[in-house]
């Protein structure tokens, strides 16, 4: 909710830092750029071992929701992991959909929540310190930030929750993908791309597009032009252009940083080859994303993991095959920045084994290394998602508002049902034994 006192404590910190001494801008070398299908870092191949972290900023806000101290633990188990690279939320609209995370980084009006905008940055500083790069994300197409149908509530009064049982699949994806074609929609959530990617970080004294701790600004978590090809037909044209306008937007603000959609890929263009390669065509666009669902998406069974699990992995395994292609004929590179896997059993309880999950992130890392040793386009991943300490607080693993143990499994999805627990040694050993060995690799061989 907006108060008084919101309002105060906004204008409080935009003051704050606006009156910051400036501070010098970081030197070209220092940010992630994009060559052909390659990112850089300093004239070198940049390769990354990440991590999903969508509650950075709610840890590292000085309010009763966050925990600066776990932060700073948090990071210190990810980067001894060598986990170099954070994708963040970096919004949330105060929703009335049922599940969505609160607080949100703003309302329907232009007042931010200073509380939110601090934890990011602060949570930005915490990483520069350890020499972590950030993806941030501005919006999300699904509900448990707010998202899309958020700033449609804002402009129409109306909403629909996903999962509704009134208005099953494919309803509310296609209810989302409407603000697109909606231009005050789009407006307010240009409003927030101008203030965040311009805004200057309060710890640092450092504005956020001089700021190389960031890597890339990312549109939004998993846009889809609807729900189904039917519906997204007519869509694509406003989905395009949000996709272009967006990120020309993005760039007329930053110069420094690199734009990317945040898709699925191909299931998040409803299984469309040319939609995917017209959205991430755009020259604005530098790098191409995939995510990877084994679960959500029936390629295999909770109840049957071991009966299921190798026909699932060959097709994960054709889905990266998939999207390499797509991006060498685009000519940009590749990152695998969501991939999760559910416990042994289905569980949701650290104390659930993790031993076909453990299997899954193996297949992905070596994926993502053997196109670097062979020169091909896919420049790191990020696994979703960093649990850490947080723990379930309910026995069903149910989300309740004003809740803040903060899981890697967002306030819609059961606590423990994708995310890595600190406790997760096997998992943990595996995404370790592949930082160091993306660290050591050479130079790619011929393919």
Not at 216 to 242: I, M, S, V
Not at 313 to 337: C, D, F, S
Not at 343 to 354: F, I, L, N, Q
Request: aromatic share 10%.
């Amino acid at each position: 909710m907006v108060t008084r006192r919101t309002v105060l404590g906004t204008a409080a910190a935009l003051a704050a830092a606006t009156s910051l001494p400036a501070a010098a801008a970081a030197p070209p070398a220092a940010f992630v750029r994009r060559e052909g299908t390659r990112l850089t870092l300093d004239g070198k191949p940049y390769r990354f071992a990440g991590a999903n972290l969508w509650y950075g900023a709610w840890l590292g806000a000085s309010a009763e929701f966050g925990n600066r101290d776990r932060l700073a633990r948090e990071l210190d188990a990810l980067a001894a992991m060598g986990v170099a690279n954070l994708r963040i939320l970096a919004s949330a609209e105060t929703s009335p959909l049922k599940n969505s995370v609160r607080p949100g980084f703003r309302d329907r009006g232009n007042v931010w929540n200073p509380a939110l905008l601090d934890g990011l940055d602060h949570c930005l500083a915490e990483m520069a310190k350890r020499n972590m790069k950030a993806v941030l994300y501005l919006t999300n197409f699904w509900e448990w930030s707010g998202g899309m149908m958020t700033y449609l509530y804002y402009v129409t009064g109306k909403y629909m929750d996903a999962n509704d049982p009134a208005h099953p699949w494919p309803a509310f994806a296609n209810a989302t993908a409407q603000f697109y074609a909606n231009p005050k929609a789009v407006a307010l959530y240009d409003d927030w791309v101008r203030a965040i990617v311009g805004r200057a970080n309060g710890v640092t004294g450092t504005a956020y597009r001089d700021d190389p701790t960031i890597m890339a600004w990312q549109l939004a978590n998993e846009p889809r032009p609807a729900g189904d090809a039917a519906t997204a037909a007519p869509l694509l044209p406003a989905f395009h252009a949000w996709i272009q306008g967006t990120a020309r937007l993005i760039k007329s603000i930053d110069r420094n940083h690199l734009v990317s959609t945040g898709s699925e890929g191909l299931k998040g263009s409803v299984e469309s080859a040319d939609i995917f390669r017209k959205t991430h065509a755009f020259p604005e666009i530098d790098y191409l994303t995939t995510h990877i669902w084994p679960l959500n998406w029936s390629w295999v069974d909770a109840k049957d993991i071991p009966g299921t699990h190798a026909a699932a992995t060959a097709k994960v395994a054709e889905y990266l095959q998939q999207h390499q292609a797509l991006a060498r004929e685009i000519g940009k590179p590749l990152v695998i920045e969501e991939f999760g896997y559910p416990r042994d059993g289905g569980g949701y309880d650290p104390e659930a084994s993790t031993h076909f999950k453990d299997l899954y992130y193996q297949q992905i890392y070596d994926a993502v290394l053997n196109s670097v040793r062979t020169g091909g386009p896919v420049a790191g991943s990020n696994f979703w998602a960093w649990n850490g300490a947080g723990r379930a607080v309910h026995g069903d693993h149910r989300f309740r508002p004003g809740e803040t143990a903060w899981l890697g499994d967002p306030p819609h999805e059961p606590q423990g049902w994708y995310g890595v627990f600190d406790s997760d040694a096997s998992t943990r050993a595996v995404i370790a034994a592949h930082a160091k060995a993306l660290a050591t690799v050479g130079e790619p061989i011929a393919s």
